[in-house]
């Protein structure tokens, strides 16, 4: 499954970013705790390479918080700082403030010197769809002045607002890269709902994500869905696939299985797992 669009407003978004850009003192990347290397725009990582920049791990109450760790300490090796963020929840957005203060500590420093009083600290949120960019600015700004909801391309333009922690942000539409070369990134971006539903085959990517359990999540997977040893050993992925479709009672009716297997993930149903693994990545 290779995934290949470029629908024209996902390019003025890039380019609207790339503008933006000089207008601001740092770039807040979102990505999904889930996925911290597949959520990670490659275009946008090129657009904002010269600027300061810190990674926000979302959705971090979905994701397996031991490999959350393991990802922070990653990213803190390659220079940038990230925090981890549950927006949903509000917890951990006070450490953003800290964090951005602390990045900016010699900007900061100039103005105090200089008598500035009322210096504004801008920042741009970007990232992928659906990755909860525009609830992180409003629980930052303290009220529900972004549009959200639970699939990707909500926000469709860029907009300023101003928070009561003495920084302006900018929210932007998710943008998605124009060709997912690797079919492994199509089936995460999918699972995490980054991708509109009717773009990818629901059979694939709960193949791929059972797949992935029985290898990594293994208890998980057996104590949800109350599987048999002889479920799983000497048997394929699709056949598994097959034998919970039984289970839920949809008989042959594969596709309906497949949604409800996807749905039951990202309603933690099978618990927090986390698709990227920080060593295993890299390797490929
Ligand atoms: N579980 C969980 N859900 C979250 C979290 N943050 C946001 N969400 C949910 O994720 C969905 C997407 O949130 P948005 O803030 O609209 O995402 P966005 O990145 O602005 O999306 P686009 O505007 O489409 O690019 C919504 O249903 C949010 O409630 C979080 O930390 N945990
Ligand atoms: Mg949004």
Redesign the pocket.
Known sequence: MVLQWYPGHMNKAKNQVQDRLKLVDIVLE?VDARLPFSSRNPVLEQIIDQKKHIIIL?????ADPKVTADWKLNFEQEGTKSIE?????NKGLGKIKTLIRSELSEKIERYERNGVKNYQIKAMCI??????????LNRLVGKNV??????????KNQNWLKTNIGIDLL?T??ILWPKIDDPKVGMKLALSGAIKDKIYEPDDVAIYALNFMETHYMDQLQETYKLDKSDIFNHTTPELLMTLSQKFGYNDDYDRAARRIIDDIRKLKLGRVTFDVPGEFYEE
């Open positions: 979102i979302n959705k971090s109450d979905l963020l549950d927006a949903k929840h990232g992928i769809p659906n990755v909860g960019k525009s609830t992180i972004a549009v959200t909801g639970n699939k990707p391309g909500v926000t929210d539409p998710g």
